[in-house]
């Protein structure tokens, strides 16, 4: 007989907050059956409320990990994304959230980790501790990160220049990448307004990247993030279908 032993779950002498704040997470049915109902609940206000569409999704892979790569310019961005993506996909989903601001207060804590499936993503404290997360994330199939390497919201609604941070994770990286254009998000929801405008969002979706030939160096993470940040922008000034 094959032997075998109990391990107790690994926040199991922790807080809720401080479990939440934990990634990876321990696997909970509550939460796997929450996020699941807020994400129909989602998708079907921002097509009644806010005609919510989408192209280029036929540029979605079926089964390997990939990174969406987007403008941000309001919370409407990391829910658009989410809620573009097969529901089959939606535990599998992980938007990078500075940890400073959606991981301190336990009403933005229990909403990033349970409804959005958020990564605490260290911006000034630990951010190459942060990119190895990331970098352990897409080696298994299926997973999709979202980043904004904007690193903040836009307050004018115009694209800012793209972190070289993006960079330093995807040289040599096989993945692919897809660049994508939230629209209509700063008209509803700009960064300080309390609550959306009934505005109309879409998102586009471009071709598959991969930098995987990109040598290390800075300078290979700056070209990076370069290139991304002028497809993003292209496709923020394609005209829509």
Same mark, same amino acid.
């Given at each position: 007989m094959d032997e075998w032993h109990y391990d107790s779950a690994r926040d199991l002498d922790k807080n809720l907050a401080d479990g939440l704040r934990d990634f990876p997470r321990e696997p909970s049915m509550w939460i796997f059956a929450t996020r699941? /109902? *807020?994400g129909l609940f989602?998708?079907?206000c921002l097509k009644l409320f806010h005609g919510f569409r989408v192209t280029g999704l036929e540029n979605i892979p079926n089964d390997s990990a990939f990174v969406l790569v987007a403008n941000h310019s309001s919370h409407w961005d990391a829910i658009c994304l989410i809620s573009m993506l097969p529901f089959r996909m939606r535990h599998r989903i992980f938007p990078a959230a500075a940890a400073d601001y959606f991981f301190t *207060? &336990?009403?933005r804590v229990m909403f990033s980790s349970i409804i959005v499936n958020a990564l605490p993503f260290h911006r000034t *404290?630990?951010? @190459? @501790?942060? &990119? !190895?997360i990331c970098q352990q994330l897409l080696k298994t199939p299926g997973n999709v990160l979202i980043l904004f390497p904007e690193g903040t919201r836009s307050r004018s609604g115009a694209l800012g220049e793209f972190k070289p941070g993006i960079g330093l994770l995807l040289r040599g990286c096989a993945v692919p990448v897809l660049p994508c254009a939230i629209k209509g998000a700063f008209e509803s929801w700009p960064k300080g307004r309390r609550l959306p405008r009934l505005t109309r969002l879409s998102v586009v979706v471009g071709k598959p990247m991969s930098f995987d030939q990109v040598a290390p160096g800075k300078g290979? /993470? !700056?070209e990076i993030a370069q290139q991304l940040q002028g497809a993003v922008q292209d496709l923020l000034e394609a005209e829509d279908d």
């Amino acid at each position: 007989m094959d032997e075998w032993h109990y391990d107790s779950a690994r926040d199991l002498d922790k807080n809720l907050a401080d479990g939440l704040r934990d990634f990876p997470r321990e696997p909970s049915m509550w939460i796997f059956a929450t996020r699941s /109902a *807020a994400g129909l609940f989602i998708r079907g206000c921002l097509k009644l409320f806010h005609g919510f569409r989408v192209t280029g999704l036929e540029n979605i892979p079926n089964d390997s990990a990939f990174v969406l790569v987007a403008n941000h310019s309001s919370h409407w961005d990391a829910i658009c994304l989410i809620s573009m993506l097969p529901f089959r996909m939606r535990h599998r989903i992980f938007p990078a959230a500075a940890a400073d601001y959606f991981f301190t *207060a &336990l009403p933005r804590v229990m909403f990033s980790s349970i409804i959005v499936n958020a990564l605490p993503f260290h911006r000034t *404290a630990g951010p @190459q @501790q942060s &990119l !190895k997360i990331c970098q352990q994330l897409l080696k298994t199939p299926g997973n999709v990160l979202i980043l904004f390497p904007e690193g903040t919201r836009s307050r004018s609604g115009a694209l800012g220049e793209f972190k070289p941070g993006i960079g330093l994770l995807l040289r040599g990286c096989a993945v692919p990448v897809l660049p994508c254009a939230i629209k209509g998000a700063f008209e509803s929801w700009p960064k300080g307004r309390r609550l959306p405008r009934l505005t109309r969002l879409s998102v586009v979706v471009g071709k598959p990247m991969s930098f995987d030939q990109v040598a290390p160096g800075k300078g290979g /993470a !700056k070209e990076i993030a370069q290139q991304l940040q002028g497809a993003v922008q292209d496709l923020l000034e394609a005209e829509d279908d």
